[in-house]
């Protein structure tokens, strides 16, 4: 059994009373059992501030974590927080690991790091969580296929880091109050412990009834389906080309992969059209794959997300929820951008189970066949990915 509390504060600047608000609502001394780990997810400005660092110094037990533009837990209330999940238990065993600076697609600092954190453990591990830095030249399926490799494809479920500014320039992966650009952190456990998963993307009425092939990708640039470039597939949809060749509110027309595995299909947001008419995607398509086009709006948004987050506490399966939402579903919520959050809280304080809620650059969560047996560990775009433990 694994217990859980959660914590936050406001106080960015202030950071004795940072400090003070965290300690005082965990009471780790009364609370702690054999093993501890929290996850930790706030603004850049608590870095910056030295917030984050004088509550990790605080904390008698290891953390990990992401920042971002939004995030909550169980009670909190207002914006730009710092929230915390601590995770304890005598039966459970938790341990950190930290990679060395990511700086191209090799396998070598995770399984370093790894082996490393396994090595600290009584069991084998089951499961783990990851914390990955948003990389330009570094994508989310690396660290998902590099770990299956590494861990011999246990579980894996996390996030990619994102912050506020435009370009994402701070987003960062947070362990032990340091704050790292090209660094990634994960936790393995071992022991007693059955996460359930669940994902949110697009319903089928928001996805177009054309599929198509398929026939040509290299990585994460999707170059040809049906054997023609994808921007004259789009256009056979009806979507419009713009002047400059791309096409309208492309970000808004994210593609539903199903890879022909028997998993659940995966969303892939496209960032720009190249000259040629290929699609620049936030993560790899294999060759092969089935494609259709979906549209993403603030009713898409909250409506799939309470679906699932309401299927999820219905089982009363868990004793802690652990959720990540991409950012651009939060950007797909326009003018009440707090209307996600406002809607989890809604769901989990009847529930009344710990929670923490945060948006992320990319979502990191396995997907599983029509029984609900797993597949395969994936990398998401524009999705709302649920752990329940």
């Known amino acids: 059994m694994i217990k859980a509390l959660t914590a936050f504060t406001d106080e960015i600047d202030d950071v004795e009373t940072a400090v003070e608000d965290i300690l005082g609502q965990i009471k780790a001394e009364e609370n702690l059992l054999g093993s501890s780990i929290g996850i930790i997810t706030c603004y850049t400005d608590y870095i910056e501030s030295g917030a984050l660092a004088a509550i990790c110094e605080a904390l008698p037990f290891p953390t990990v974590g992401i920042t971002t533009l939004g995030n909550a837990v169980s009670g909190s209330s207002g914006k730009m927080l710092l929230t915390l999940l601590l995770l304890t238990s005598n039966d459970v065993e938790f341990s950190v690991g930290l990679t060395d600076a990511i700086v191209e697609e090799t396998e070598t600092p995770l399984r370093d790091s790894y082996q490393e954190a396994a090595a600290r453990l009584a069991g084998k591990p089951v499961f783990m969580f990851s914390f990955v830095p948003l990389l330009m030249n570094v994508s989310g399926d690396f660290f998902v296929n590099a770990f299956d490799k590494i861990s011999e494809g246990i579980p894996n479920f996390g996030a990619l880091a994102v912050d506020h500014n435009e370009d994402y320039h701070a987003s960062s992966v947070i362990c032990d109050g340091e704050a790292y650009l090209n660094r ?158 406002a809607k989890v809280q809604e769901i989990m304080e009847k529930a009344n189970v710990a929670y923490q809620f945060t948006y992320s650059g990319g979502e990191l969560c396995p997907v599983n066949d029509k029984r609900g047996q797993m597949i395969a560990n994936r990398s998401h775009n524009d999705t709302f990915v649920l752990c329940a433990f």
């Open 184 to 341: 990634c952190a994960f936790v393995l456990i071992s022991g007693k412990v059955e996460p359930r998963f669940y994902i949110a993307s697009i319903s089928n009425e928001k996805v177009f009834r054309e599929k198509a092939v398929v026939t040509s990708v290299r990585g994460n640039q999707l170059q040809t389906v049906n054997d023609v470039p994808v921007i004259d597939y789009l256009q056979t949809l009806g979507l419009k080309k713009t002047a400059d060749g791309s096409i309208i509110g492309i970000n808004s027309f994210p593609f539903i992969v199903d890879y022909n595995d028997g998993g659940a299909p995966v969303v892939r947001a496209t960032f720009a059209l190249t000259p040629e008419g290929y699609a620049v995607c936030g993560g790899n398509i294999p060759l092969g794959a089935v494609l259709g086009v979906g549209s993403i709006d603030a009713d898409e948004v909250i409506s799939t997300t309470s679906e699932v987050l309401q299927k999820a506490v219905d089982s009363k399966q868990y004793d802690c929820v652990l959720m990540f939402s991409c950012v651009g579903r939060y950007f797909s919520l326009g003018y009440n951008p707090d209307s996600e959050i």
